[in-house]
Antibody, heavy 123, light 109 residues
Framework: QLQLQESGPGLVKPSETLSLTCSVS??????????WGWIRQPPGKGLEWIGT???????YYKPSLTSRVTISADTSKNQFSLRLSSVTAADTAVYYC???????????????WGQGTTVTVSS | EIVLTQSPGNLSFSPGERATLSCRAS???????LAWYQQKPGQAPRLLIY???SRATGIPDRFSGSGSGTDFTLTISRLEPEDFAVYYC??????????FGQGTKLEIK
């Protein structure tokens, strides 16, 4: 059964780097048509896409976060990661990882999600 | 970046009624790249619709999507108690740019 599980520190200090990992089980992240993404949700607010990666090394980011974010895949561990630098209180959110089904320029949606992990930015 | 506007922010219906949720894009987009999600409190979002009108696996047929260009709609034909939640539309473009609408909360009247 396909499962995604986020892991990482629940508390990060301002100006430091937030690092999260999404462990994937039940399917190889090297499966060609799938991309892997991070989405966050600040308390009481809506969903915000952070970025997407593919096992080939391609990554795509929300323009306003490009200077601070890195998303990459580790095929040897079947996981992908998020690094967000210079965090502030505005980065406090529930962070979700998700699988994107995108094949031959057709988008089939974010069909599998992790349960989410809460990250608080505070000193 | 395409901006998606969902209106209204809140809707109230009784179980058994028909609900229509709107999603308007700031520019015309291909329906290929339009999806809808349902989110309940404390849960991750769940994919309902992709390609503007195709139901995801396991989604009941009371959920349907339609639209083209800049105007898209999610319709729930007969509301069940478990359908009261927040609904988001999403655009994921050919250049791997992505945006979500701000959400519509469906409440029990």
């Amino acid at each position: 059964q396909l499962q995604l599980q986020e892991s990482g520190p629940g508390l990060v200090k301002p100006s430091e780097t937030l690092s999260l990992t999404c462990s994937v089980s039940g399917v190889s992240i090297s499966s060609g048509s799938f991309y892997w993404g991070w989405i966050r949700q600040p308390p009481g607010k809506g969903l915000e896409w952070i970025g997407t990666t593919h096992f080939t090394g391609s990554s795509y980011y929300k323009p306003s976060l490009t200077s601070r974010v890195t998303i990459s895949a580790d095929t040897s561990k079947n996981q992908f990661s998020l690094r967000l630098s210079s965090v502030t209180a505005a980065d406090t959110a529930v962070y979700y990882c998700a699988r994107l089904d995108y094949e031959y320029s057709y988008y089939y949606g974010m069909d599998v999600w992790g349960q989410g992990t809460t990250v608080t930015v505070s000193s | 970046e395409i901006v998606l506007t969902q209106s209204p922010g809140n809707l109230s219906f009784s179980p058994g009624e028909r609900a229509t949720l709107s999603c308007r894009a700031s520019q015309s987009l291909s329906s290929t790249y339009l999806a809808w999600y349902q989110q309940k409190p404390g849960q991750a979002p769940r994919l309902l619709i992709y390609g503007a009108s195709s139901r995801a696996t396991g989604i009941p047929d009371r959920f349907s999507g339609s639209g083209s260009g800049t105007d898209f709609t999610l319709t729930i034909s007969r509301l069940e108690p478990e359908d009261f939640a927040v609904y988001y539309c999403q655009h994921y473009g050919s250049s791997h740019s992505c945006s979500f609408g701000q959400g519509t909360k469906l409440e029990i009247k």
